[in-house]
């Protein structure tokens, strides 16, 4: 080998390979996953990248169960109470205006009888 140019010396498929790895990890990969278009196209995108960018963007995917249970502070707990009970205060306030469930309503009042001892 009588030709000592750098040039030919140089595998410059393995640099470029070795660039090509680097400018993904950095720049193509993360701009795939943020759903941008690719920044450097003379970069091609790892195949394994739009399954993955797919699987991310699915509209089905199946919810995690943790993040429908999350812990309530007292001051959330008790604006649920207090919630509950105005309903169930505003279910007790209803008129019955219709005859059928007034009739119901005091005939289910006069056939109760309150738990006696004799009553077994």
């Known amino acids: 080998m009588r030709d000592f140019d750098i040039r030919t010396i140089l595998d410059w498929n393995y640099y470029l390979e070795r660039l090509s790895s680097t400018v993904q990890k950095l720049v193509t990969i993360p701009a795939a996953m943020q ?10 995108h790892p195949d394994w990248l739009f399954k993955e960018v797919a699987e991310k963007s699915d509209k089905a995917q199946q919810s995690r169960m ?18 509950a009970a105005q309903l169930l205060s505003s279910e007790s306030k209803h008129d019955g205006s219709d005859d059928d469930s007034q009739t119901y309503k005091s005939k289910a009042q006069s056939d109760f009888r309150p738990f006696t001892d004799c009553d077994y």
């Open 35 to 44: 759903k941008v278009l690719n920044p450097v196209p003379r970069v091609r």
């Open 66 to 83: 943790d993040t429908f249970m999350v812990a309530q502070t007292e001051e959330e707990k008790f604006e649920a109470l207090e919630k």
